[in-house]
């Protein structure tokens, strides 16, 4: 359990179960995801795509990002984020993208998952 929280705990992020039910957890949690994601598209450069404008994106298409072959795929078969791919992502990547080089944020719940995708997808 301390080994799949460490991500959390290192950024400072060990939250309290108020402070999840005020919704505060999505911001917080997503400063674990700055380490290889931004939400401004100008930053380049990172391990990970930009993630602005996400809800309805395709799958694979952040300019200027070099994405996987397997994403190349998804974008080819127009795959789009929305709230169900993108839960299951945060779940488990490879059962979303089979061979897309992420690997699943440690230590989320599945209502910081939820809270999460909904960031995200309104940024």
């Known amino acids: 359990m301390r080994a799949a929280l460490a991500p959390l705990i290192i950024f400072g992020l060990a939250l309290s179960g108020a402070a999840q039910a005020e919704g505060q957890a999505a911001p917080a949690v997503f ?9 401004d598209p100008a930053k380049a450069g990172m391990a990970g795509p930009h993630l602005a404008a996400l809800n309805g994106r395709a799958l ?25 791919r993108l839960l299951g992502y945060l779940a488990d990547p490879d059962e979303i993208v089979p061979g897309g080089w992420m690997s699943p944020p440690a230590g989320l719940s599945t209502a910081d998952r939820a809270a999460l995708a909904d960031y995200l997808l309104k940024q």
């Open 31 to 39: 400063k674990a995801c700055q380490s290889c994601h931004s939400l």
């Open 60 to 84: 694979g298409s952040a300019e200027g990002f070099d994405y996987s072959p397997a994403f190349k795929a998804a974008k080819a078969q127009g795959l789009v984020w929305d709230r169900e």
